[in-house]
């Protein structure tokens, strides 16, 4: 199993999400960023270099909002996704297709990766 992790970063009720590009699997669907740890990271410390990589901003990390397993054909990943906060910086499209800002009520025009469906039916009912 491969750990993963993603930043639920927030306005708001409004929450960012991010088009993975037509390079990688599961081209032109939505996520949220972060990515795989690596080996001797915290998962805090993935979340950060992740962001840093991706996006180009600093997050400060807070709590865990959820945590799932999901098996792809390709991999099985365990996503930890944190509440986190962009500290220093502006988020660019260093590796994504797009970047929005959404409210639960516009998560249906979205097609999400399948192993957030369980955390944006929890975003629906906590935000």
Known sequence: ??????????????????????????????????G???????LEQALIRECREEI???VRVGSI?????HEYPDITIHLTLF???????????????????ITPDEIPQYNFCPAD???LEKIKEVF
């Not at 009720?13 to 590009?21: D, T, W």
């Not at 962009?86 to 988020?91: D, L």
């Open 65 to 69: 909002f959820a945590e799932v397993d």
């Open 1 to 34: 199993m491969t750990q993963v992790v993603a930043a639920l970063i927030r306005d708001g009720r409004k929450f960012m999400i991010f088009q993975r590009p037509a390079t990688k699997t599961r081209a032109f669907e939505w996520e949220f960023v972060g």
């Open 117 to 119: 469906k369980d955390i």
């Open 56 to 58: 180009g901003v600093t």
């Open 83 to 101: 509440n986190a906060e962009i500290a220093e910086g502006t988020p660019k499209k260093l590796e994504h297709n797009d970047i929005r800002s």
């Open 36 to 42: 795989k740890v690596e080996k001797g990271e915290t």
